[in-house]
C-alpha cells in the first residue's frame, strides 16, 4: 500500500518534514510490502513513515524512542494504523522487546539529537538557545547535565570532554567548571556556553567555542555510544537472513563504531602469521555500497544534514 502522500520509490518525502537521507534510506532498506521493520530512532517519524507508505497490509512496524514527545506522536501514528506497534525505551533493548522475536526484515538507526530536541531551548541540548541544562533525551530517566556538572570530579568532566567531544582543552574546561560551581551552580544553557567561550577564545572557524563540550556531555548523559554498540548487537540478533541494517551517524565517533561493527561481520581479519592454525572465517554481514552523504541539494535545504553519514549492510543467511 502505498495510500496518500509523496512518492516513495522516487525519492520525495513527505512535505511536512524532510528527514535525513530520506531517499538513501528507503533505496537501502530495500522495503518488503509484508515485512517487519523497526525504527529505533522515531524523532518526528518521516523515515517511519516512508517505510509505512511501502508496507501492505500485511506488513509491520516498530517504532521505539527514549523521548516521550516523539512516543506520543508515534502513538497518534499507531491509533490511525493497525500496523504500527510503539515501545518507549532505547533501541538498545530491541531485542529484549518480545514484538521482536519473530525477526525483523530492517533495522533503522537514526543517531544524535532529532531537530525538535535541538529547537526547543527547554531541552537543554543548544548552546544557542538559553535554557535548562538538561540534555536528557528521555527527560524523566538519569541525571540532568546540570546534576551531573555539579557532582562529577574534575578528572571525569576532562575525560568526557576529550573521549566524548575530541576537546583539545577539556583539561582548562573542566577546571574552569569546577571552579564556577563553587561559586554558584551551573544551571543554565547559557551560562555553561559563556564559562567555556571565556576560558577557549573563538578562533578563525565558525565553530563555537562549546560546540564539542556540549555534545560531550549529551553523550555521556544519554550512554549514546554504549547504547549504540548495544544496539547494533540486538539488530543483528534479530534481523533476519536478506534483512538491512541502516544507521545514520552525525559525528565520527557513532560513525567509527558503526564502521568497524560492519566490516568486523563483513570481511575477514587480516591473517595473522603468528597463528599456528588460521581461523575459520563467516561473514554474517554483507555491506551495501559504501558510505553514503547527503547531496547538494539536500544541504541547500537542510544544513543539519552536512554531517550525516549513512551506512547499509545486509543479514546473510546463517551458516
Given at each position: 500500500m502505498n495510500a496518500g502522500g509523496a512518492d516513495i520509490r522516487s525519492g520525495h518525502p513527505p512535505a511536512a518534514h524532510v528527514p535525513v537521507l530520506f531517499a538513501e534510506v528507503m533505496e537501502g532498506l530495500a522495503v518488503k510490502v509484508d515485512g517487519t521493520y523497526l525504527d529505533g530512532t522515531f524523532g518526528r517519524g518521516g523515515h517511519a513513515r516512508g517505510v509505512l507508505r511501502q508496507l501492505g497490509p500485511e506488513g509491520r512496524l516498530l517504532v521505539m524512542d527514549k523521548d516521550p514527545d516523539a512516543i506520543a506522536t508515534a502513538g497518534a501514528l499507531a491509533e490511525a494504523d493497525a500496523r504500527v506497534v510503539v515501545r518507549r525505551g532505547s533501541f538498545a533493548q530491541l531485542a529484549d522487546w518480545p514484538a521482536t522475536a519473530g525477526g525483523l526484515d530492517g533495522v533503522l538507526l537514526d543517531l544524535g539529537v532529532s531537530s525538535?530536541?535541538?529547537?526547543v531551548a527547554e531541552r537543554g541540548f543548544s548552546f544557542g538557545k538559553d535554557g535548562p541544562l538538561d540534555m536528557r533525551m528521555d527527560p524523566e530517566t538519569g541525571e540532568s547535565a546540570a546534576q551531573w556538572l555539579a557532582h562529577a570530579p574534575?578528572?571525569?568532566?576532562?575525560d568526557v570532554l576529550w573521549h566524548h567531544g575530541e576537546e583539545r582543552?577539556?583539561?582548562?574546561?573542566?577546571?574552569?567548571?569546577v571552579a564556577r560551581r563553587a561559586q554558584e551552580p551551573l544551571l543554565r544553557t547559557a551560562q555553561l556556553a559563556e564559562l567555556i567561550a571565556s576560558v577557549i577564545p573563538r578562533g578563525a572557524g565558525k565553530i563555537h567555542p562549546a560546540t564539542r563540550s556540549f555534545q560531550a556531555i549529551r553523550i555521556h548523559i544519554n550512554r549514546e555510544l554504549a547504547d549504540l554498540e548495544a544496539?547494533?548487537?540486538a539488530a543483528m540478533a534479530r534481523l533476519k537472513p536478506g534483512g538491512r541494517l541502516a544507521v545514520i551517524s552525525f559525528h565520527s565517533l557513532e560513525d567509527r563504531i558503526v564502521k568497524q561493527f560492519l566490516a568486523?561481520?563483513?570481511k575477514a581479519p587480516p591473517a595473522n602469521r603468528r597463528m599456528p592454525v588460521e581461523v575459520a572465517f563467516t561473514p554474517r554481514l554483507r555491506l551495501v555500497g559504501g558510505a553514503q552523504k547527503a547531496g547538494e541539494a539536500e544541504l541547500a535545504a537542510n544544513p543539519r544534514a552536512r554531517s550525516a553519514v549513512l551506512r547499509v549492510a545486509e543479514r546473510l543467511e546463517a551458516a
Open positions: 525538535p530536541q535541538l529547537d574534575e578528572r571525569e568532566i576532562a582543552q577539556s583539561r582548562r574546561i573542566a577546571r574552569a567548571i544496539g547494533l548487537d568486523g561481520h563483513a
